[in-house]
Nanobody, 120 residues
């Protein structure tokens, strides 16, 4: 069992920045992938960004160049730096963990979710 503890989100103006963090605890396997999904009102949950234990990153096209994902393997913590935020980024952001290095498709472990709201 893996527990994911997410930081609080927030309300920011368009063009602003916000940093999210997610700390994993429990039965963490050495080889894994962590990242964030998000779900906007009336839309399906979508993968925003992911990073493997080896440092390989992947981003949704909508956030490339604006968001940066990183991780601290000693602290078992992943970070999402969100810059140049747009109103379209407004969503509940869910941290996720998968016990593999192939990505975050159907991750078995999820954080509680945190609200990010971007005003125009």
């Amino acid at each position: 069992q893996v527990h994911l503890e997410e930081s609080r989100g927030g309300l920011v103006q368009a063009g602003g920045s916000l940093r999210l963090s997610c700390a994993a605890s429990g039965r963490i396997v050495r080889i894994n992938t962590m990242g964030w999904y998000r779900q906007a009102p009336g839309k399906q949950r979508e993968l925003v960004a992911s990073i493997t234990s080896g440092g390989t990153t992947a981003y949704a096209d909508s956030v490339k160049g604006r968001f940066t994902i990183s991780r601290d393997n000693i602290k078992n913590t992943v970070y999402l730096q969100m810059d140049s935020l747009k109103p379209e980024d407004t969503a509940v952001y869910y941290c996720a963990f998968a016990p593999r290095a192939t990505g975050l498709v159907s991750p078995p472990y999820w954080g509680q979710g945190t609200q990010v709201t971007v005003s125009s």
